[in-house]
């Protein structure tokens, strides 16, 4: 049992954390309003977390001025990726296994 | 630790979101049935009472006004009913991959048209809006890729027998927009 969810990542032990790798690992950017309506999330909430996956080297931030508005928008990184589909394999191993 | 459904659970919504954030999935089947009709409509006007080329491009024009509002219009209430955006991402990558070579194609049809060559005008239009539902078909309903195949074949054998643009108008903007829009209606609903 140990081997099986050696694999699970610690860092994506939430399903709003999960959400948005799952965005973020099939387009090339994303920015935060779009990602929250995707979502269904508060500011706060999805702040939270995005600021959490930045901090594990997971995801990276981009901001920029778009019409002088601010708009920041997020990327994974080959990291993220990697530890990403790494997290859903032991997933769907765990799945099939139990 | 999850439980096994939890963790199901989990995987069945990031499948999800994988692909809604990657596919607009809201364009209305009912919309499609209505280009069709317009798209006949304006054939039988053209057929009936039309003999000059002007007039006969601003029906075109009027149809494509029609269908196109119709279509916006139908998909964004279809989106509110199943509670997501319009706007989005992804739907802005799809009019842009859709538009590209659609306004390609329109601004050929009117050089053609300015400069007298007229057998090519509906042919020309019919393989660019092909083309373009092929391109947009990555980030909506797969489907569209037939459609625009159906679209672009109709085209070539319009190119080939110039006489018959009237018929290759009804089938190709009326009658496959028709079928199509009945057969993601039914398997999508409205």
Known sequence: ?98 | MKTESNTQEDIKAIRKLMEESTRFLSLSGLSGVIAGGTALAGALLAWLFIDDTWSLAGVAAIVLVISLTFACFLSIKKAKRQKKHFWTPVSRKMLLNLFIPLATGGALAIIFLLQGNLQLVVPVFLIFYGLALINASKFTLGEIFYLGLLEIATGLLVTLFPDLWLIGWSVGFGVLHIVYGLLMYGKYGK
């Open chain 1, 1 to 98: 049992m140990k081997d099986l969810i050696a694999h699970l990542n610690k860092v994506f032990e939430s399903r709003v954390r999960l959400g948005i790798m799952s965005v973020l690992t099939v387009n090339q950017t994303y920015d935060f309003k779009s990602l929250k309506e995707t979502l269904d999330l508060t500011d706060g909430n999805l702040a939270s977390h995005l600021k959490a996956l930045e901090k594990e080297g997971m995801i990276a931030v981009e901001k920029q001025f778009i019409d002088r508005k601010p708009n920041t928008s997020y990327r994974a990184t080959e990291k993220g990726r990697a530890a990403f589909s790494e997290h859903i394999s032991a997933l769907e191993n765990l799945i099939r296994d139990t």
